[in-house]
């Protein structure tokens, strides 16, 4: 556990967070950290449609303790082994929900640093890219990038991201 601040998360963070317009994490998180109901039964054993929909009840959550916040990022990150990782994010704002593209790998190099790069490309993403369906994508392109990476910083470049994004896309129209 990286919370070490004599005071329990909740006792600190909303009172950060109502500055925010910009955040993201995942729903347990969400949880943890600002009090938003997670429902464990349901998510226990849950689709991807049935997680995609309870991040936007978290995000829904958030915009009504937060008024500042416009954005609302959910990661989720799923192994069966070490290696074997399914990855996406969702992108709530009060009118919809755009979804990331599911990358999938069965070779990583190190998962360190993968949650600062997908900020990173949120926040990118939000300056840059003209809708949410983009900027969600590239984030979530951005970090899952990182997990082929070594060491805390990625070195990806906009257009080492891009490449990574299309060639998802590619082999998912294949399919």
């Not at 729903?27 to 991807?48: E, V």
């Not at 599911?102 to 949650?115: D, H, M, R, W, Y």
């Not at 890219?129 to 997990?147: C, E, R």
Request: aromatic share 10%; charged share 15%.
């Amino acid at each position: 556990l990286l919370w070490k601040y004599g005071k329990s998360p909740l006792d600190v963070m909303p009172a950060l967070a109502k500055y925010c317009h910009v955040i993201m994490g995942n729903l347990w998180a969400a949880n943890t950290l600002l009090g938003t109901p997670i429902n464990n039964a349901i998510l226990a054993q849950a689709s991807d449609e049935e997680y995609c929909r309870h991040a936007t009840e978290t995000s829904g959550n958030i915009f009504s303790a937060f008024l500042n916040c416009r954005w609302v990022a959910n990661t989720f990150r799923f192994s069966n082994n070490d290696a074997h990782i399914r990855y996406y994010a969702t992108l709530d704002t009060v009118k919809e929900q755009s979804v990331s593209p599911l990358f999938e790998t069965n070779t990583i190099a190190e998962k360190v640093g993968s949650g600062d790069c997908f900020m990173a490309g949120l926040i990118y993403g939000i300056n840059n890219l003209p809708t949410p369906a983009n900027i969600i994508a590239f984030a979530a392109a951005a970090a899952f990038g990182k997990l082929q990476e070594k060491g805390d910083a990625t070195r990806q470049s906009v257009n080492d991201i891009n490449h990574l994004l299309q060639k998802t896309l590619d082999n998912q129209s294949i399919v």
